[in-house]
Nanobody, 121 residues
Framework: QVQLVESGGGLVQAGASLRLSCAAS????????MGWFRQAPGKEREFVAA????????NYAGSVKGRFTISRDNAKSTVYLRMNSLKPEDTAVYYC??????????????WGQGTQVTVSS
């Protein structure tokens, strides 16, 4: 089972950019479809983006499409989330997890500890 560690969060102003990383342990990372999710205070965890195992297919939530880019480096067992034009409503704890497919977003493994992103107006 893959173990995940997210990093790269921080406090930024609206309009800024951040790149989140999710480092995975285990030799089977390249076989997993990976997703990014986020949870804002008092809200349910929601889908942000997903990427196929080889990186050739992606899916985004409508709220982030055009601003966020998911990518992966299987040689480094890492998935990234580049976030541009950040808005205060992007404030949340961001998590990565392996998912069933880029369209069926059911997590199939454990979550990391998350990384906090705070966007000030």
């Amino acid at each position: 089972q893959v173990q995940l560690v997210e990093s790269g969060g921080g406090l930024v102003q609206a309009g800024a950019s951040l790149r989140l990383s999710c480092a995975a342990s285990g030799r089977t990372f390249s076989s997993y479809v990976m997703g990014w999710f986020r949870q804002a205070p008092g809200k349910e965890r929601e889908f942000v983006a997903a990427i196929g195992s080889s990186g050739d297919s992606t899916n985004y939530a409508g709220s982030v499409k055009g601003r966020f880019t998911i990518s992966r480096d299987n040689a480094k067992s890492t998935v990234y989330l580049r976030m541009n034009s950040l808005k205060p409503e992007d404030t949340a704890v961001y998590y990565c997890a392996p998912v069933h497919s880029i369209w069926t977003l059911t997590p199939v493994g454990s979550w990391g500890q998350g990384t906090q992103v705070t966007v000030s107006s």
